[in-house]
């Protein structure tokens, strides 16, 4: 829901990479993340 708010729709064609991460800690950071980055790319970036 979070990438929703943020991005829009856009923001969803994302969770399918974000489903498969199965990283705890990786997790968090993503949910963390979606407060302060500004685009995708940024976001990708913390898991890729």
């Known amino acids: ?3 929703e708010l943020k ?3 856009e923001g969803l064609t994302i ?3 974000i489903v498969q991460i ?3 800690e990786i997790l ?3 949910l963390t ?3 302060t980055v500004n ?3 940024e976001l990708r970036q913390i898991y890729q």
């Open 28 to 30: 968090r950071a993503i």
């Open 39 to 41: 685009t995708l790319e």
């Open 7 to 9: 991005f829009g729709i």
């Open 15 to 17: 969770l399918p990479e």
């Open 22 to 24: 199965q990283n705890v």
């Open 33 to 35: 993340s979606i407060k």
């Open 1 to 3: 829901m979070g990438l």
